[in-house]
């Protein structure tokens, strides 16, 4: 038996503000293999958030096991689960959060701060990983200059770039036009066959129609899980 | 407890592979908070004013009270600092208890070391007897005077810092043999109309009559002398029959006047020291010290004023930053940065903050001491310790003023921080 890159068994997250408790995510059962492409779909507020950070450490489940390439998250520390972060995890945001002050190509070494990368070698990284996300001719840019999709380019490139196992992304194409998000799900469909596992939150059918696999979440709870 | 937590942390690894720790090394520490600090360089530079005040006003401040200390100090070293006067004790005690000063007091304090010169001197009772420069009593002008006799040893010269018009003092010989020869102090030789010894001018006391060898222009001290005539203690001992000196008059070299203060007495008087009574000047360090704690007390309080506002002013414009870089610090985490870097980062800029303008307030501080200075014609006098402690206080600023904000920057939770801006 192999043991799944990602497993959540019976993971929920529960919000407390005062007297309110809101049940984000209820016992949610996923398994993620390496190499899956796998696309999270539901409506606003279904919980798919949710789900994607605590599965990229971002946040901490209040209930049932999660196991992060067979470790129990739960029984990590603080520092384990920073230092996963720096190393394992890939992320990717709507809002693509780049430093403004910075070019294309710190933003890109940015991530290898926190990892085991030595300086010396960190520009030639993030210049290959710009290649790859087809940004080379703007390494030099602010990202003020560049166009939506090429900014969540560089984000990608940036998530990559530390070489993670696992890219998790928060409604990526949310900002971006159809013709951009379609170049961006190509990307995506490269890097997997490079051998990189991809989530993608989406409340976008196309987008979730090019995932081999589509989970379906509703009020807090997956709600089906088929494969293409 | 602790340790063993670790080693079975330690074995867990073993089986499965470690998980490799984020960490944050300096020289990244270093070039990110630089670069953070350069993002928004006008407004870092707003930030360091309220150091930069504080600094300068420090600097200012003690090197203004260094210098003009200093100033005061050596002018006062040259006069009454090397000044010390033994008397006899004059209090309530009564004649019979009154002890004298023995005929040697110059040679026994000249021995001391410390002392550059020494002379007693005593008051000579003339009764009515009055002063005149010629022999026979001329009826048209006033040739007669009421002047004052002195009696001193010729130590009293270089003691009292007197300088001669014209003529010579007096010397041990003199008083041996009881010569019958005087110096005349500048008003007195005035008022008896003597400008010239070389003529061997007589001076008529009563019906005594001295042979003027000198006449003293100036004395720093013992400032009676120049309206007396001034003759050997042992011609008016004979002639006067003078008991003993009543005052002794010591030049001590800079910095031996405390030490001569407490000596001299023994000198003079083994047997009963707490008799003599000494006038010496307050220790010049302790004079330094405390004019510069009057000048300091006062501005020192304005510089830790305006450093306290300065430093309130950096946490300020940190906490602010920090509000607004809540993204940034969501992202980091994100990518891996722990709390600590975090904090880290945030206590490095403010620190650096603190730093830079410890530096322009120093140069400023500097400057205004050099301006001071030059303004009054005083030597510019500066701890050396301030240029190099100065900056490093403003940078203790900063980093005290970024402790608060750090700690908050490190407290966010990396979803709730990206969340913040999301949209
Ligand atoms: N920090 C929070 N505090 C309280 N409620 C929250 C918090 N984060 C999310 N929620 C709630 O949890 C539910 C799921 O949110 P989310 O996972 O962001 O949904 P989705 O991403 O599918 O739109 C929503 O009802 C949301 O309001
Ligand atoms: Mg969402």
């Known amino acids: 038996m192999s043991e799944p890159l990602i497993r959540l068994e019976g993971v929920g997250r529960t919000f407390r503000s005062g007297e309110v408790e809101v049940n984000a995510l209820r016992e949610a059962d996923l398994a993620i293999d390496r190499g899956d492409y796998l696309s999270i779909m539901g409506p606003s507020g279904s919980g798919k958030s949710t789900l994607l950070n605590i599965t990229a450490l971002l946040d901490r489940h209040t209930s049932g096991t999660y196991r992060f390439e067979g470790r129990d998250v739960g029984r990590l520390s603080e520092g384990e689960r920073t230092g996963l972060r720096a190393h394992r995890i890939g992320f990717v945001f709507q809002a693509f959060h780049l430093l403004t002050h910075r070019t294309v190509l710190e933003n890109v070494v940015l991530s290898m701060l926190y990892g085991s990368v030595p300086r010396s070698d960190r520009k030639a990284r993030a210049a290959g990983a710009l290649e790859r996300v087809g940004l080379s001719d703007r390494a030099g840019f602010l990202p003020s200059r560049l166009s939506g999709g090429e900014r969540q380019r560089v984000a990608i490139a940036r998530a990559i770039v530390t070489r993670p196992p696992i890219l998790l992304c928060d409604e990526p194409t949310g900002s971006l036009d159809s013709t951009t998000s379609r170049s961006i799900l190509e990307l995506f469909e490269e890097l997997r066959s490079d051998g990189l596992t991809i989530v993608v939150v989406t409340h976008d059918q196309m987008v979730s129609s090019r995932a081999e696999r589509t989970i379906a979440m509703h009020d807090g709870r997956v709600t089906q899980d088929t494969r293409a | ?423």
């Open chain 2, 1 to 423: 407890m602790k340790r063993r937590a670790r080693r079975a942390r330690g074995k867990r690894s073993a089986a499965m592979s470690r998980i490799p720790r984020s960490r944050f090394r300096v020289l990244d520490l270093v070039t990110e908070s630089l670069a953070g600090l350069f993002a928004r360089p006008g407004r870092s530079l707003l930030t360091a004013l309220g150091a930069v005040l504080g600094i300068a006003a420090l600097v200012a401040t003690l090197g203004v009270a260094n210098t003009a200390g200093n100033q005061i100090v050596s002018t006062f070293d040259e006069l009454s600092a090397t000044s010390v006067v033994l008397t006899t004790d004059q209090g309530f005690s009564g004649a019979n208890t009154r002890i004298a000063l023995p005929w040697d007091s110059e040679q026994r304090l000249t021995r001391l070391n410390g002392v550059v010169a020494a002379g007693s001197m005593a008051d000579v009772g003339l009764g009515n007897a009055l002063v005149r420069s010629v022999p026979i009593i001329d009826p048209l002008g006033q040739t007669e005077f009421q002047i004052p006799m002195i009696a001193a040893s010729p130590g009293i010269y270089p003691a009292s810092r007197g300088k001669l018009t014209t003529g010579r003092w007096y010397d041990h010989g003199h008083s041996e043999r009881a010569d019958r020869v005087a110096v005349l102090g500048s008003a007195a030789a005035q008022r008896l109309n003597i400008t010239r010894v070389d003529q061997q001018p007589v001076v008529f006391v009563g019906d005594v009559s001295f042979v003027v060898v000198g006449i003293l222009a100036q004395v720093e001290r013992q400032p009676e002398l120049l309206s007396a005539i001034i003759v050997p203690e042992g011609t008016a001992r004979e002639i006067y029959k003078l008991k003993s000196p009543s005052t002794v008059q010591i030049r001590t070299e800079v910095g031996a006047a405390s030490l001569i203060a407490a000596q001299g007495p023994i000198a003079v008087a083994p047997d009963d020291p707490s008799t003599v009574r000494v006038q010496a000047p307050p220790e010049a360090e302790d004079l330094r010290a405390e004019v510069q704690e009057n000048v300091n007390a006062l501005f020192l309080i304005l510089g830790g004023v305006s450093l306290l506002v300065g430093g309130i002013g950096i946490a300020n414009v940190t906490l602010v930053s920090v509000l607004e870089r809540v993204s940034e610090i969501g992202l980091r985490r994100a990518l891996g940065a722990g709390r600590r870097h975090i904090a880290y980062q945030f206590l490095l800029e403010s620190t650096g903050v603190g730093l830079f303008g410890g530096m322009v307030g120093t140069s400023l501080g500097v400057l205004t001491v050099v301006a001071v200075s030059a303004a009054r014609t005083w030597t510019p006098v500066l701890n050396p310790a301030i240029p190099v402690a100065a900056p490093l206080l403003g940078a203790a600023v900063g980093l005290l003023a970024g402790l608060y904000p750090a700690l908050r920057a490190s407290l966010f939770e990396p979803v709730d921080s990206l969340r913040a801006s999301a949209n």
